[in-house]
T-cell receptor, first 115, second 114 residues
Framework: EAGVTQFPSHSVIEKGQTVTLRCDPI?????LYWYRRVMGKEIKFLLH????????ESGMPNNRFLAERTGGTYSTLKVQPAELEDSGVYFC?????????????FGEGSRLTVL | AQSVTQLGSHVSVSEGALVLLRCNYS??????LFWYVQYPNQGLQLLLK??????LVKGINGFEAEFKKSETSFHLTKPSAHMSDAAEYFC????????????FGTGTKLQVIP
């Protein structure tokens, strides 16, 4: 069974450009999460989808970030326009079970570098 | 609100020595606690979890952690370190009974010295 896959693994862009990160969760997982880790800091929650609906987007930094989950399958996270402080590793995770006892399955992350 | 504090961003141990990675949590309600590991160039992998059953939790690769409510701690241990244990370890917490918004610590990089 395929795990959570993320694309691209690494993206280098200039300030002001746009980047779109993609996450394919494990098939059948209704819950999809985005997290971000800025260098040396904690892994911070960005948002949570249940199927195609945003359950919680309280961690989204500002309106330059837009997340979508088309048809409740894959998800994209767009940053437009990118700023220097957006650099970091963006992790996607999925889970089958609603509720805290379910395990989160993480992708390998997409490293974003904004110059 | 919940949070976790990991003491020590870098820990070095000799191969065969005890591994002890510290985590303290703060939670307004009974928490669920996790340890995740990230090996180089890989995603995060669940090591073990505490969900209000046994306070001593055993995980993969010989790791275990003990939930101590009186100390608000969930330290990760392994009796004998292997070279393959070199990785970054994250303590995480979520609130019991709720949906799964997980809060992570800042991580501890474990170095194993031959």
């Amino acid at each position: 069974e395929a795990g959570v896959t993320q694309f691209p693994s690494h993206s280098v862009i200039e300030k002001g450009q746009t980047v779109t990160l993609r996450c394919d969760p494990i098939s059948g997982h209704d819950n999809l999460y985005w997290y971000r880790r800025v260098m040396g800091k904690e892994i911070k929650f960005l948002l949570h989808f249940v199927k195609e609906s945003k359950q919680d987007e309280s961690g989204m930094p500002n309106n330059r970030f837009l997340a979508e989950r088309t048809g409740g399958t894959y998800s994209t996270l767009k940053v437009q326009p990118a700023e220097l402080e957006d650099s970091g590793v963006y992790f996607c995770a999925s889970s089958q079970a609603a509720g805290a006892t379910g395990e989160l399955f993480f992708g390998e992350g997409s490293r974003l570098t904004v110059l | 609100a919940q949070s976790v504090t990991q003491l020590g961003s870098h820990v070095s141990v000799s191969e065969g020595a005890l591994v002890l990675l510290r985590c303290n949590y703060s939670s307004s309600v009974p928490p669920y606690l996790f340890w995740y590991v990230q090996y180089p160039n890989q995603g995060l992998q669940l090591l073990l979890k505490y969900t209000s059953a046994a306070t001593l939790v055993k995980g993969i690769n010989g790791f275990e952690a003990e939930f101590k409510k009186s100390e608000t701690s969930f330290h990760l241990t392994k009796p004998s370190a292997h070279m393959s244990d070199a990785a970054e370890y994250f303590c995480a917490v979520t609130l019991s009974g709720g949906y799964q918004k997980v809060t992570f610590g800042t991580g501890t990089k474990l170095q194993v010295i031959p």
